[in-house]
Nanobody
């Protein structure tokens, strides 16, 4: 079983950038597709980005396309989410998730392993 720990969240002004990290332990991430999701207060958990286990395929939610970038370093057992041009509506708890499959998925039900989340707050 894989354990996931997110880090890198915080408070940033609109237009700024943050890089989130998701470190894994227990298993190598090299055979897992990985995803980032977010959940704002009173809203459902939303797909942000996903990446295949080789990193050759990436997918993004419509609201973050062109601003966010997902990447991974299997040697470090870590997945990243680079967030640029942040907006107040990006404020949420961000979660990383792992699925033991080749093809990255976009729905929460597809991912059996989740981290505890990291808070991102974007101010005006």
């Amino acid at each position: 079983q894989v354990q996931l720990v997110e880090s890198g969240g915080g408070l940033v002004q609109a237009g700024g950038s943050l890089r989130l990290s998701c470190a894994a332990s227990g298993r190598s991430l090299s055979s897992y597709a990985m995803g980032w999701f977010r959940q704002a207060p009173g809203k459902e958990r939303e797909f942000v980005a996903s990446i295949s286990w080789t990193g050759s395929e990436t997918y993004y939610g419509d609201s973050v396309k062109g601003r966010f970038s997902i990447s991974r370093d299997n040697a470090k057992n870590t997945v990243y989410l680079q967030m640029n041009s942040l907006k107040p509506e990006d404020t949420a708890i961000y979660y990383c998730a792992a699925h033991p499959t080749v093809v990255p998925r976009r729905t929460t039900n597809d991912y059996p392993y989740w981290g505890q989340g990291t808070q991102v707050t974007v101010s005006l």
